[in-house]
């Protein structure tokens, strides 16, 4: 059974002024890359070794998987950037208050759509399939992808059973644990199936 270690970038300044940072960018800060560091210290204890290392082509989301892969792998551990995996776009709320959005900052739906931002099924479909393809890499039993809070909700809710009920956020460095398992015949044109296993949540685990 192949394992997805899908990881939320740690806090950023954003995060703490409480600004939209869907495409647009914000640095860790001391606590995040602290956050990267237990998440690191998390997965090395249960003996995660990545096959491949992905992640957001976000300056927060690639700094926390070098952080992480660096631990896990040494030095020289290598981390691909992957637009599949990037945050959605809220329009013109970028860099805005979390308050002047006229939805829900980690769940809008599709009420960003007239503001020029992405919709939550395009953003599930292209998630489902970006980690999809990944997990179906030749050699990639053991996967580490890092990206974003409302990315990673809306794959948790593509994937979920009916009836499970997601936290109301993701908190930073969180560390979501999906199995997988391919499609089993060759005449088979589903892509694969997604299971969660469990929601690390770092904050509450100290």
Not at 1 to 21: A, D, P
Not at 37 to 46: N, P, Q, V
Not at 124 to 151: E, Y
Not at 167 to 193: R, V, Y
């Amino acid at each position: 059974m192949k394992r997805l270690y899908l990881l939320r970038h740690g806090q950023t300044e954003f995060n703490v002024k409480k600004l939209v940072q869907g495409r647009c960018d914000s640095p860790l800060t001391d606590l995040g890359r602290k956050q990267a560091g237990m998440a690191a210290t998390w997965l090395k204890a249960h003996g995660v070794v990545p096959d491949k290392v992905v992640s957001s082509p976000l300056g927060r989301a690639m700094d926390t998987a070098s952080l992480v892969a660096c631990e896990l792998l040494g030095p020289d551990a290598a981390v691909e950037p992957c637009e599949g995996i990037i945050e959605r776009s809220y329009g013109t709320f970028e860099e805005g208050p979390h308050d002047a959005l006229p939805t829900d900052v980690w769940d809008p739906g599709e009420d960003l759509v007239p503001f020029g931002g992405e919709g939550s099924q395009a953003l599930q479909a292209r998630m489902v399939s970006t980690l999809t393809n990944l997990m179906g890499i030749d050699g990639v039993k053991t996967l580490l992808a890092v990206s974003h809070g409302s990315a990673s909700r809306q794959f948790i809710k593509a994937t979920a059973p009916e009836g499970f009920e997601l936290p109301a956020k993701l908190p930073n460095c969180a560390i979501m644990i999906f199995s997988f398992e391919d499609a089993q015949e060759e005449c088979d044109t589903s892509q694969g199936k997604f299971t969660l296993q469990q929601i690390i949540d770092l904050q509450q685990s100290r």
